[in-house]
């Protein structure tokens, strides 16, 4: 089979086509291009999330790394993939192979690859690991390899604890909730609140390969016991992470699923007036642009980047940007990262929280009489050839106008995204993690996103 890396990593469905013999070729071809890195040395992280076999299909690559000559630092438990990026900088590591299906169907596995600055392998570098894969390409094997066990939970947490401030959230002694969707989660956020000394209940805080028979994704569809927590209890917060720790979900105190949108803008609004950075934001091309209008108002810079987390990441990596977000539950800060992590993005929501007195909720109100306020959704359409087809021609083509919406422009940095002269917007482009073509869209009130959503599903099988 083909291998192909989208814009996390490579994925596919346990035993049909994520094997053991292709977990080989895949792990053959990483170590044949760290070779060519000669310069960055010989140690390579091995981790994996909680999905079925992650840590047996791990143990096969570290076995390969090590007689290719690797020494190679094996995670002793699963662990968030924020946390294998801060290991790779704290051990300066060449790179680390991460087995993870992030927020995937449980029948879904998957490798992440990231590079020796903590980032997500870009484009240039995974095209030639899939090269070598469809070859078969084999490095040779070496002498001086080695296999350790490692726990990198605790540098981790560290490395939060200098980055959030947790004296103001334990002074205001706030009572939280935690649902970590049978992921990595556990034994991280949890513990860095309880080691504060704050009161927090955790739920689905134990392994189920199956997760619970769901995708491990913290959307408002999948936290109802999450919500229920919170609001029989009077928690201050319900805070929740998908399968590996990159993606995050927020219940306010009312109750309320905060829109992943909504929380990127704010807390870039909240970080550039407690932090004091005078420097820009960033958000995918799928992403709302109610941080655009942030950065409009505090005289900041925007940048947009096609969707995948390592495009963000290289303006973090850059030290241009105070916060990167994504639609789809993801972000980082400047002196963080340049990969998405939900436990930062809990511990900022806590934080805003503590600092301000008010609720996501009235903190959201406030920035909305600043800089007005936007909704936006998006809908998935099942890839199939016919889909796909109709989707290529789609893209190809330059309409004037759509569902009576007459377009002012045509932005083709990823998929294509129809800007109306009305300034609402709609972007069609293919998943990049599931069979599947997303169609996005933002206006002023929800009404008319649906819509746009209906106007673009209808453009894209019509």
Known sequence: MKIKFGTSGWRAIIAEDFTFA??????????????????????????????????????????????????????????????VSHAIRNMKAAGAL????SHNPPEYQGIKFSTHDGAPALPDVTKLIEAAVENNDEPADAEGGSIEAFDPREAYLGDLKSKIDFETIAKAKGRYAYDCLYGTGRGYLDKIL????????????????????????????????????VTTQGLTLGLATDGDGDRFGIIDSDGTFIEPNKLVALLADYLAETRGWKLGFARSVATSNLIDRVAKDRGLPLHETPVGFKFIGELIIKDEIILGGEESAGLSIRHHYPEKDGLIACLLAAE????????????????????????????????????AARLKEKLAQEPTEIGGRKIDNINRLDGVK?????????????????????????????????????????????
């Not at 073509?437 to 649906?450: K, L, M, S």
């Open 98 to 101: 991460n087995f993870t299906a």
């Open 418 to 462: 129809f800007i109306f002269t009305d300034g609402t917007w709609m972007l069609m482009r293919p998943s990049g993690t599931e069979p599947m073509v997303r169609i996005y869209a933002e206006a002023e009130t929800n009404g008319e996103v649906d819509k746009l959503l209906e106007a673009g599903r209808n453009h894209l099988l019509g």
């Open 194 to 229: 309880r080691d504060h000394g704050l009161e927090i209940e955790t739920i689905h805080d134990w392994r189920d390969v199956t997760f619970g028979g769901k995708a491990p994704e913290p959307g408002e569809d999948k936290l109802d016991e999450l919500r229920n927590s």
């Open 22 to 83: 292709n977990v080989e070729r895949v792990a053959n071809a990483v170590c044949g291009y760290l070779k060519t890195q000669s310069e960055l040395g010989n140690t390579l992280i091995i981790g994996n999330d909680t999905r079925f076999m992650g840590e047996k299909f791990g143990a096969v690559a570290a076995e390969i790394a090590k007689r290719k000559g690797f020494r190679v630092l094996h995670c002793d438990h699963p662990v968030p993939t924020p946390t």
């Open 352 to 387: 805003s929280v503590a600092v301000t007195g008010k609720s996501i909720g009235e903190q959201l109100a406030s920035l909305y009489e600043r800089v007005g306020k936007l909704e936006s959704k998006r809908i998935g359409v099942k890839l199939t050839d016919d889909v």
